[in-house]
């Protein structure tokens, strides 16, 4: 007999997990078309976004205005298709840096 686990999960809009809610490596997902992600918190309490890149056209930077958790993860990618050339980005833990 075939079972399913159903991972923790969100449909809200740029929702991440909060670290309190989590335990270390466990997943949570978000399947809002809109900014969707595989999270984990890491044995520092922070929270790690997994892919896919987030891409927006006006300039704002994922995870702007979240609901949930703030903030991105360290290593986060995002395509700003703001400028011309689309400009790939960066989370350094601070800043958004050109790649």
Same mark, same amino acid.
């Given at each position: ?13 740029? *929702?991440?997990? !909060? ?15 809109? *900014?969707?992600?595989?999270? !984990?918190?890491?044995?520092?309490? &922070? ?8 891409? &927006? ?6 995870? !702007? ?10 290593? *986060?990618? #995002? ?7 689309? &400009? ?7 800043? #958004?840096?050109?790649?």
């Amino acid at each position: 007999m075939a079972s399913s686990i159903q991972l923790l999960r969100s449909n809200a809009a740029k *929702e991440r997990p !909060f670290p309190g809610n989590l335990l270390d490596g466990q997943p949570a997902i978000n399947v809002n078309a809109q *900014e969707p992600g595989l999270f !984990f918190k890491v044995t520092d309490g &922070t929270v790690v976004k997994i892919g896919p890149v987030a891409i &927006t056209a006006d300039g704002t930077p994922p995870n !702007f205005a979240a609901v949930g958790l703030s903030g991105n993860s360290v290593g *986060e990618l #995002w395509l700003d298709k703001s400028v011309a050339p689309p &400009t790939l980005k960066v989370w350094d833990g601070s800043v #958004w840096i050109s790649v």
